[in-house]
C-alpha cells in the first residue's frame, strides 16, 4: 500500500514535496546526517531511484529542506512584526517568540538550516531565503533606533546579528530539552529578559 501511495503522489507531482517532509522527519529523528537518501525515499514509498529524478543527492536534499525552512521561518517573522505595531520594541520581542516557536513546531527544518553544516553561500537559491529571513531583522532593527540621533545610532546588521545569535543560543539551551531544559524559567522568559537588558544597554528600553 505504501508503495502504491508512493507512486501516486509521484504521477501527481508531489513526489519531490513528499520527499522534503520526510527528509524534515528524518533530521528530526535522526539528525542531519544519519539517514540516506533511500531511507528518505523508503519513507514516501518508492524506490531508491526515485528521488534522482528531483534530487542530485541527499545534500541537495537537505538543501531544499532548509530552504523552505528559512521561506517559512521569515513569513513567521514577517507576521510577527506586523509592520512594526503597536511599538517597534513589542513587533521585536514578538519576533523572538515566532522564533521559538519555529524552532519548537519545525525541529526537523530548524536543524536543516542552521544545524546540519550546509553552505548557504554555495546555493544561490539557499541563500536568497536565508537573506529574506535576515532582512526582517534588519528591518526590525532599523526601526527600533529611528527615535535615537544618527550619530548614536549602534549597526543595525550589528543588532540584528547579535539577537539571532541570542534566540538560536536560547533554542540550544532552553527550547528543546537540551542542558537548560530544568530551568525554572520558560525559553520566552529566557530570550525576551535577555533581549531587553542588551537592548536597554543600546539606550532603547528606559530603566
Given amino acids: ?123 544561490p537559491e539557499l541563500s536568497l531565503a536565508a537573506d529574506r529571513a535576515e532582512s526582517m531583522l534588519l528591518k526590525a532593527a532599523e526601526q527600533l533606533f529611528l527615535r535615537v540621533p544618527p550619530d548614536r545610532r549602534p549597526p543595525a546588521r550589528m543588532v540584528a546579528n547579535h539577537i539571532w545569535a541570542m534566540s538560536h543560543g536560547v533554542v540550544e539551551l532552553f527550547g528543546r530539552g537540551k542542558p537548560g531544559g530544568r530551568a525554572p524559567f520558560s525559553a520566552e522568559e529566557m530570550l525576551e529578559s535577555a533581549a531587553i537588558i542588551y537592548l536597554r544597554g543600546l539606550g532603547i528600553v528606559p530603566e
Avoid: C, W
Fill in 1 to 123: 500500500m505504501a508503495e502504491e501511495s508512493g507512486r501516486q503522489s509521484y504521477h501527481h507531482g508531489r513526489l519531490r514535496q513528499a520527499l522534503v517532509d520526510a527528509t524534515a522527519r528524518l533530521i528530526e529523528e535522526m539528525g542531519p546526517r544519519a539517514f540516506t537518501l533511500a531511507e528518505a525515499a523508503r519513507q514516501v514509498g518508492v524506490s531508491p531511484a526515485a528521488p534522482y529524478r528531483h534530487f542530485r543527492g541527499r545534500d541537495d536534499l537537505v538543501d531544499e529542506v532548509a530552504r523552505q525552512g528559512y521561506l517559512e521561518f521569515a513569513d513567521r517573522l514577517e507576521k510577527a512584526f506586523d509592520g512594526g505595531r503597536p511599538s517597534p520594541l513589542s513587533a521585536f520581542l514578538r519576533m523572538g517568540r515566532a522564533y521559538l516557536d519555529f524552532a519548537r513546531e519545525r525541529p526537523g527544518f530548524y536543524i536543516a538550516m542552521f544545524e546540519s553544516g550546509i553552505s548557504v553561500a554555495g546555493n
